[in-house]
């Protein structure tokens, strides 16, 4: 186990909104890494899509009908070009290549590893908790647009409740068993199930609030929901 990995899966929602790059956060969140960099930690991050996708699923299902797989490959080239802007602003602490298949093992001697959409049926947050494992983190960071889990989705159900702590029989049940393209739930069932399995811990939080990520980081009390 490596004390000092920190695995993030970056919600794509965080970096491109809907109302495109949001540099500002970009920048704050650079400079949150790079500090804790000063401190000797390393840190994977594996990035979403966010409305770069949405963009182009839309357009194409305006066209006509669409196969999940040609959904989830717009997607999954939307995550890369994410990555690789990340990996730019990384430039001199990450590794010079964008890692795309969480299978294979990778030799790093940089601070940073920037991952990416792997292949159709496997989500960004699959691809972290790949990861994560191979190189001994047993905590997965999942940043995204909710700054906690509910039982149910709250935009739809008013007495949705949220959940700060549940083990993962519990949020499984939730979540079910099958992940589809844009599908909207707090954390990839396939990934659940892997991180189950490998008794790994998933934190979810509030992407943009960096002052809650610091506290993460730091072992302070934060706002979120630990799964595990």
Do not use: C
Request: zero cysteines; hydrophobic letters at 40%; aromatic letters at 8%.
């Amino acid at each position: 186990m490596d004390n000092k990995l920190i695995v993030i899966s970056l919600g794509g929602s965080i970096l491109v909104p809907n109302g495109g790059i949001d540099a500002d956060f970009l920048k704050d969140f650079s400079k949150l890494i790079r500090a804790r960099i000063k401190l000797g930690e390393r840190f994977i991050i594996v990035v979403g899509g966010g409305s770069t996708a949405r963009s182009y699923q839309q357009a194409a299902r305006a066209v006509g009908k669409l196969a999940d797989e040609d959904v989830d490959w717009l997607g999954i080239h939307a995550t890369r070009l994410n990555a690789h802007l990340l990996r730019s602003v990384f430039r001199e602490e990450a590794l010079h290549r964008v890692i795309k298949n969480p299978t294979l093992h990778v030799n790093w001697n940089k601070s940073v590893l920037i991952g990416a959409g792997w292949k159709p049926g496997w989500s960004t947050d699959y691809v972290a908790i790949r990861m994560g494992h191979k190189y001994g983190a047993k905590r997965v960071i999942n940043l995204s647009n909710i700054a906690v889990a509910y039982d149910k989705d709250p935009n739809k159900h008013t007495d949705a409740k949220p959940i700060y702590k549940a083990d993962w029989k519990t949020f499984r049940h939730l979540v079910g068993n099958k992940w589809s393209p844009g599908m909207n739930v707090p954390f990839d069932p396939i990934a659940s199930r892997l991180a189950d399995k490998w008794g790994m811990e998933v934190v979810i939080a509030q992407g943009n609030d960096l002052k809650n990520l610091k506290n993460i980081f730091e072992g302070k009390k934060f706002v979120g929901t630990v799964i595990g």
